[in-house]
T-cell receptor, first 112, second 116 residues
Framework: GQQLNQSPQSMFIQEGEDVSMNCTSS?????WLWYKQDPGEGPVLLIALYKAGELTSNGRLTAQFGITRKDSFLNISASIPSDVGIYFCAGHSPGTASKLTFGTGTRLQVTL | GAVVSQHPSWVICKSGTSVKIECRSLDFQATTMFWYRQFPKQSLMLMATSNEGSKATYEQGVEKDKFLINHASLTLSTLTVTSAHPEDSSFYIC????????????FGDGTRLSIL
């Protein structure tokens, strides 16, 4: 099946720093989504991208849908302790209806 | 709006027993729900698509006789892990498709299943 590779796998940063993570695929996707998951909970949608080249912001978060439709990145500016968690990209590939494929995840730790 | 509730949130049971997990859409009707499994420090892996009024569609490698899915109403899908064994211990998450939401899927808070 399709796989979405995320990098980095984990990050340790200081409060106030900016963070960047990305997601790549071997095939094209119609939709790119970024989720955050806290321990013991379901994922929560952060940003949704629907068009190649689209750049969308949600507060301190910015994400872009790659022009090739095979990648996306998520930036977090001025990180705070509550940004700690696991970030997953996900996407819809053509012909898969509403099924989502999830990325491998990026674990973020923020130190004071 | 668009709340999805899972029950129970945590269950421990003996090897060989069957366990039922419920997924409810509380304030909307969902013809399609999804079941995922997540092992520690891993991603969410889709197990099956649950369709109201019809048979579930299972992903490759998922045993349909072991993971029974029933979507008998527009607000409830159930996943039954039959004859559970320790290797079935995992975090099970459901999601539901809201017909008028701009979010593709709305996720429940998951069920932690531990088989002793």
């Amino acid at each position: 099946g399709q796989q979405l590779n995320q990098s980095p796998q984990s990050m340790f940063i200081q409060e106030g720093e900016d963070v960047s993570m990305n997601c790549t695929s071997s095939s094209i996707f119609n939709t790119w989504l970024w989720y955050k998951q806290d321990p013991g909970e379901g994922p929560v949608l952060l940003i949704a991208l629907y068009k190649a080249g689209e750049l969308t912001s949600n507060g301190r978060l910015t994400a872009q849908f790659g022009i090739t439709r095979k990648d996306s990145f998520l930036n977090i500016s001025a990180s705070i302790p509550s940004d700690v968690g696991i970030y997953f990209c996900a996407g819809h590939s053509p012909g898969t209806a509403s099924k989502l494929t999830f990325g491998t995840g990026t674990r973020l730790q923020v130190t004071l | 709006g668009a709340v999805v509730s899972q029950h129970p949130s945590w269950v421990i049971c003996k090897s060989g027993t069957s366990v039922k997990i419920e997924c409810r859409s509380l304030d909307f009707q969902a013809t399609t729900m999804f079941w995922y499994r997540q092992f520690p420090k891993q991603s969410l892996m889709l197990m099956a698509t649950s369709n109201e009024g019809s048979k579930a569609t299972y992903e490759q490698g998922v045993e349909k006789d072991k993971f029974l899915i029933n979507h008998a109403s527009l607000t409830l899908s159930t996943l039954t892990v039959t004859s559970a064994h320790p290797e079935d211990s995992s975090f099970y998450i459901c999601s539901a498709v809201h017909p008028y939401s701009n979010q593709p899927q709305h996720f429940g808070d998951g069920t932690r299943l531990s088989i002793l």
